[in-house]
């Protein structure tokens, strides 16, 4: 197996996940809050899918599936299409209302295929290229994507345990 299929297979596992602690909620239930500051399955799902498609967008040099496709639109966003949910309040955790579970997973889904067709295309030469030089040590390709996957999924299952909790 090459480093690129397995990458592709790792990433497979978030829209896999993300679709059964998703599929059916409603909108009520996609905005609730187990506690008061806690943060909901929306805005969880949301969250993660922007992280990644912010990221990958950015390494591959290419528009975020969020505003070339529209999503951001049909997400009712304010002016921000830049936003991924870092350093958002709980107020703005709150106001951050997803309209359905099917808008969020046709997202999903975009996301996912675009991930896919990026880390297709990859060597393992390219893993080890600088991406973001803030950091010390400077972050590789290979350090980026495996950081975005770890966050996913780690939403993921905080999404499927709220759910649980919700008797979902």
Do not use: C, K
Not at 24 to 45: C, F
Not at 61 to 86: C, I, K, L, M, W
């Amino acid at each position: 197996m090459r480093t690129r299929d397995l990458l592709t297979y790792a990433y497979a596992q978030i829209g896999e996940t993300l679709h059964a602690a998703v599929e059916g909620l409603t909108s009520e239930q996609l905005a609730a809050r187990v506690a008061p500051d806690a943060n909901p399955i929306g805005w969880l799902a949301w969250h993660l899918l922007r992280v990644q498609d912010d990221h990958v967008a950015e390494v591959a040099g290419s528009e975020q599936v969020y505003t070339a496709q529209g999503f951001a639109a049909r997400f009712g966003r304010p002016a921000d299409d830049t936003a991924t949910g870092y350093g958002m309040s709980s107020l703005e955790v709150e106001a951050l209302r997803v309209p359905s579970a099917d808008l969020l997973l046709e997202y999903a889904d975009a996301v996912a295929a675009r991930s896919a067709e990026y880390l297709g295309g990859l060597t393992d030469d390219d893993l080890d290229r600088v991406v973001d030089e803030r950091w010390d040590p400077p972050v590789t390709l290979g350090v980026r994507l495996v950081s975005v996957l770890s966050d996913d999924l780690q939403h993921v299952g905080q999404a499927a345990y709220v759910r649980g909790l919700l008797g979902a």
